[in-house]
């Protein structure tokens, strides 16, 4: 009896983790076609799992790095150091 309990709690847990895997990859995705800057707590936070999942799980963090070396090697994409949005004083509110 105790080993089947085990053998389902290890299942779940494989597959609660390949469900982190997939959020994380659809993340990554959607913040590469976006051009959102690439970090470890904007990538836990869209991908709705633990900073310590991204460190730890193998898998994670080299989708994590894939991520930082493809944004990093396409220099010309927006980031936030390089962005640059024209200023549309047109829109602007004034308090008075």
Excluded: I
Excluded at 50 to 59: H, I
């Amino acid at each position: 009896m105790r080993t089947s309990r085990t053998d389902a709690a290890v299942r779940a847990r494989r597959q609660a983790t390949q469900e982190m895997l997939q959020r994380l990859q659809t993340a990554l995705t959607a913040m590469a076609r976006d051009h959102t800057p690439v970090t470890v707590a904007a990538v836990a936070r869209t991908a709705r799992v633990s900073r310590t999942f991204l460190y730890q799980n193998p898998q994670a963090r080299a989708l994590v790095e894939q991520a930082v070396r493809t944004k990093s090697s396409h220099p010309e994409l927006p980031n936030s150091r390089n962005l640059k949005l024209p200023l549309d004083r047109g829109h602007l509110e004034t308090g008075t």
